[in-house]
Nanobody
């Protein structure tokens, strides 16, 4: 079973940047389409960005142009570079496979506030 460990969250002022990391165990990481998700208090979990095994990316409209997803298949890690952060980006961020998801990790809290 793949384990996912997210890190890199924190408190940031509006307009700031953060880089999230997601380390995955297991040997088949490179073949998975991976995604970042987020869940704000009282709201459903939303998909933020996806990246295929070949590096093709897709973004939710609410982060397009501000966030960048990338991956390092040698390190079994997926990244989310978040720029121009807004208060509405405040949420717990998770990574997982896009389909047939693994057990969810604990996520990493991102809080955007002045």
């Amino acid at each position: 079973q793949v384990q996912l460990v997210e890190s890199g969250g924190g408190l940031m002022q509006p307009g700031g940047s953060l880089r999230l990391s997601c380390a995955a165990s297991g040997s088949d990481f490179s073949i998975y389409t991976m995604a970042w998700y987020r869940q704000a208090p009282g709201k459903q979990r939303d998909m933020v960005a996806t990246i295929t095994s070949g590096g093709r990316t897709n973004y939710a409209d609410f982060v397009k142009g501000r966030f960048t997803i990338s991956r390092d298949n040698v390190k079994n890690t997926v990244y989310l570079q978040m720029n121009s952060l807004k208060p509405e980006d405040t949420a717990v961020y998770y990574c997982n496979r896009l389909i047939n998801q693994f057990t969810w990790g604990q996520g990493t809290q991102v809080t955007v506030s002045s």
